[in-house]
């Protein structure tokens, strides 16, 4: 196997780099689970509240036909639940179950654990400096919130 050069990135590819790092995190953090990357983020949205699945198809970046089969399956595995929307007879939204929630917590612990971790070779000023920056971009680019703390 080739190893990589070690020197200078450019913006690009130090951001598509580190979307790998976190890529490869989250997918590990979810292999000890039990769930595949995309039920792991269904879980962590769902943690804030029950969505309409127009706006689970727009917070996952997920086509609507997609999204259906990531909800049949996630949903056959006991963790979450389609229910009725109160303020539109004719929408479903979906919600976590309690085996569902309990598993998000601990999925959600272990995924933090792993990505806290990337940056270990930064001090405290540095870590700050960084989620600040990274903030600026995601709150500049609207990102959806896919991975937010709980409660927040």
């Known amino acids: 196997m080739a190893k990589f050069e070690a020197g200078p990135m450019n913006l690009v590819t130090a951001l598509v780099r580190t979307s790998f790092l976190v890529d490869a995190a989250y ?18 949205v769902l943690t ?3 969505y309409g699945m127009s706006e689970l198809s727009a917070a ?22 389609r229910e009725g929307d ?3 007879c004719r ?3 979906v919600t976590l179950t309690e085996r569902g929630g309990e598993l998000a917590e601990r999925f959600y612990a272990a995924a933090c ?7 270990s070779g ?4 540095q870590r700050g400096m960084l989620t600040a920056l990274l903030e600026r971009v995601v709150l500049d680019n609207e990102a959806p919130e896919v ?5 927040a």
């Open 27 to 44: 997918t590990r953090a979810g292999r000890e689970h039990g769930l595949t990357p995309q039920q792991g983020q269904l879980l962590c």
């Open 48 to 50: 804030a509240r029950p």
């Open 60 to 81: 996952l970046g997920l086509a609507k036909s997609s999204l259906t089969g990531l909800v049949d399956r996630t949903e056959r595995h006991g963790l979450v639940r």
């Open 86 to 88: 109160p303020n539109d």
């Open 91 to 93: 929408a479903v939204r």
């Open 113 to 119: 654990r792993r990505i806290d971790g990337l940056p």
């Open 122 to 125: 930064l001090d405290a000023e």
């Open 147 to 151: 991975f937010t703390e709980p409660g």
